[in-house]
């Protein structure tokens, strides 16, 4: 999609630190770090957010759930202590890039609730 900061990324026009890859998904480090292991996962396709899913998108929902979160998060070194996992939905979700990421938090205790 045009103007679209994680299309570009996934498209490799713009420079990211790739953590992961595959023909679906790509994983890279968030610019503005909010714990010692920040990553974001992507669907190379451009979906808004979890809500733009849908039936058609079943089993790239699970691939990023079943198989790139817990193998990146493991890559990380985080399987052992624990880590977070988030995804941001619209205005009062706080997301701020309309392509669905999900957010690999760890290398620290989280806070809960989140803020
Ligand atoms: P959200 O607030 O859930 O939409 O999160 C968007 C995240 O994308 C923030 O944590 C930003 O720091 C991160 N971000 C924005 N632009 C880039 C970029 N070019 N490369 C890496 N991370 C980015
Ligand atoms: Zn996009």
Redesign the pocket.
């Known amino acids: 999609m045009a103007d679209c900061?994680f299309c570009k990324?996934a498209e490799r026009e713009?420079p990211?630190a790739v953590v992961y890859e595959d023909e679906d998904v790509i994983a890279?480090?968030?610019?503005?770090p909010q714990a010692p292991v920040h990553v974001?996962v992507i669907p190379k396709k451009h979906l808004e957010s979890v809500l733009d899913f849908g039936k058609e998108n079943k089993v790239l929902a699970a691939h990023i759930l079943a198989d790139v979160i817990p193998e990146v998060a493991k890559a990380q070194g985080l399987s052992a202590k624990g880590f977070r996992v988030v995804t941001?939905v619209g205005e009062e979700g706080?997301?701020?890039?309309k392509h669905l990421?999900f957010?690999i938090l760890g290398g620290r205790s989280m806070q809960w609730p989140p803020g």
């Not at 706080?94 to 890039?97: D, F, K, L």
């Open positions: 900061v990324i713009i990211s890279f480090r968030d610019l503005e974001l941001n706080g997301q701020t890039v990421h957010h």
